[in-house]
């Protein structure tokens, strides 16, 4: 949530207004034409757009200072932050629904180490995940999926992913549910 402009700072704002601007907007208050780029300003604005090119060690380094960081602070994982934060989807509703109407115990958007989990029943070790269409079509969440099962994995967890799509498309939607509600309390 947003913290609200303080009165001085509006104030400050409204004082400033017409000062501090570039010479475009200067140029449009003042009805002038546009101002023309010289070939030296046109030639550093092309090589600013290039982008700066980091040596091996250099990107080493910044990877390794945000696993860290994320590591230490795992709320401010960018999928979390941006996942989770409109609640719970409504594929993700539906298996809760499904889940609790069978009285099964569970840990909803469990996190380990940098990954949270639908449905994580902690005792089986399993990973219940309800995947939307990203998850087989956006090549860098493919590969995270594939660096996240594989942690997990490492940690004895077993992964058992869900296509909503394909799920939605079954006739017997009602055979496949009970099929994995076998294999989670088979396991247990």
Known sequence: MKKPKSEKWLKAMADRKGRGTNQYTK????????????????????NHQLGRKHSEETKNKIRNSRLKFLNEN????PYKLNH???GRSYPEQYWKIILDSNNLIYEEQYQIGLYQLDFAFLELKIDLEIDG???????RIIESDIRRTEYLESLSWKVIRV??????????KKQFIDNLLKELIIIS
């Open 27 to 46: 140029a449009k208050l003042l009805g002038l034409p546009k101002p023309e780029l010289t070939e030296e300003q046109i030639k550093k604005r092309s």
């Open 133 to 139: 269409d990203q998850h087989y079509t956006d090549q």
């Open 84 to 86: 989770y934060s409109k």
């Open 74 to 77: 795992p709320h401010m994982v």
């Open 163 to 172: 296509k909503w799509s394909n799920f939605q498309k079954l006739i017997d």
